[in-house]
T-cell receptor, first 116, second 111 residues
Framework: DAGVIQSPRHEVTEMGQEVTLRCKPISGHDYLFWYRQTMMRGLELLIYFNNNVPIDDSGMPEDRFSAKMPNASFSTLKIQPSEPRDSAVYFC??????????????FGPGTRLTVT | GQSLEQPSEVTAVEGAIVQINCTYQTSGFYGLSWYQQHDGGAPTFLSYNALDGLEETGRFSSFLSRSDSYGYLLLQELQMKDSASYFCAGLISGGYNKLIFGAGTRLAVHP
């Protein structure tokens, strides 16, 4: 398996523009997670899906952020409009059920977003 | 609230042993994971403790004590390539199943 795939790897955009980040999880994984990492706030869970259904979006910063998972092999995280404080590395991760003996989340390479 | 505390930085020399501690304060705690992240890279899984005790995987071991709300990662025979950030993460259950990450410990291994 190719692992979790994210695109783009780097995104530079101007304030006010719409940004869409994409993720393809590992085939067969039931759970998909979106994280944001910054120096100030560390690694934060934004939202996660189970079987394509959003379960917990309490980490989504505000209404400018939205996430979808239209099928088991694709998810998007959208920011509209973007702001400079959204600059961060956004990771997508996928996993099997958390109660498996060796629970592991597999992270994608991340998208480094810069909003100017 | 949910929180995990770990030291911000640790320094050690090649060949040495280092222990990175993690204390947690969470509700619905299910288990403790450890992840490694090199600069510019993605977090990668090291270990997961669902039960109290020591889990050993090669040069790395992880320990959990639920009664003390405490765990640690033990790295033996340190190598330069072990220089990275190490995150403990609590698996929270009870309706939600998600990882809450600590702030990370930056390990610097010197010759």
């Amino acid at each position: 398996d190719a692992g979790v795939i994210q695109s783009p790897r780097h995104e530079v955009t101007e304030m006010g523009q719409e940004v869409t980040l994409r993720c393809k999880p590992i085939s067969g994984h039931d759970y998909l997670f979106w994280y944001r990492q910054t120096m100030m706030r560390g690694l934060e869970l934004l939202i996660y899906f189970n079987n394509n259904v959003p379960i917990d979006d309490s980490g989504m910063p505000e209404d400018r952020f939205s996430a979808k998972m239209p099928n088991a092999s694709f998810s998007t995280l959208k920011i509209q409009p973007s702001e400079p404080r959204d600059s961060a590395v956004y990771f997508c991760a996928s996993s099997l059920a958390p109660w498996t003996r060796s629970y592991e989340q597999y992270f994608g390479p991340g998208t480094r977003l810069t909003v100017t | 609230g949910q929180s995990l505390e770990q030291p911000s930085e640790v320094t050690a020399v090649e060949g040495a042993i280092v222990q990175i501690n993690c204390t947690y304060q969470t509700s619905g705690f299910y288990g403790l994971s450890w992840y490694q992240q090199h600069d510019g890279g993605a977090p990668t899984f090291l270990s997961y403790n669902a039960l109290d005790g020591l889990e050993e995987t090669g040069r790395f071991s992880s320990f959990l004590s639920r009664s003390d709300s405490y765990g640690y990662l033990l790295l033996q025979e340190l190598q330069m390539k072990d220089s990275a950030s190490y995150f403990c993460a609590g698996l929270i259950s009870g309706g939600y199943n998600k990882l809450i990450f600590g702030a990370g410990t930056r390990l610097a291994v010197h010759p």
